[in-house]
């Protein structure tokens, strides 16, 4: 059974940084894709960055520059690096796994992604 735990949420002001985390098992992490989601009150969940078996990234253009996502085989942790964060980055992060772990990444088909974890809140405020 896969279980995902997110952490690392907080509030910051808009310029700030965050590192959020999330611990897996029971999932081929270390060959396997990993999404991080988000969603805003009132919005769909959006895709936010994606790293694939080989360590290939995708990010939403949103984000591009700002964010990065990594991986820490050894922890089987999926982190999400979040720098010169806006107020429109505010939203629950979720990290998702696909049902099939060969999945390429797939950001704009969250149907894809049968695993989830609770969710870690940002909030970006001026």
């Known amino acids: 059974q896969v279980r995902l735990v997110e952490s690392g949420g907080a509030s910051v002001l808009a310029g700030g940084s965050l590192r959020l985390s999330c611990a897996v098992s029971?999932?081929?992490?270390?060959?396997?894709?990993m999404t991080w989601f988000r969603q805003a009150p009132g919005k769909e969940r959006e895709g936010v960055a994606c790293?694939?078996?080989?360590?290939?990234?995708t990010y939403a253009d949103s984000v591009k520059g700002r964010f990065t996502i990594s991986k820490d085989n050894a922890e089987n942790t999926l982190s999400l690096q979040m720098n010169s964060l806006k107020p429109n980055d505010t939203a629950m992060y979720y990290c998702?796994?696909?049902?099939?772990?060969?999945?390429?990444?797939?950001?704009?088909?969250?149907?894809?992604?049968?695993?989830w974890g609770q969710g870690t809140q940002v909030t970006v405020s001026t």
């Open positions: 998702a796994a696909p049902a099939f772990s060969h999945y390429s990444c797939a950001l704009t088909r969250p149907a894809r992604y049968i695993s």
């Open positions: 029971g999932y081929p992490f270390s060959s396997g894709t």
């Open positions: 790293i694939d078996g080989g360590g290939s990234t």
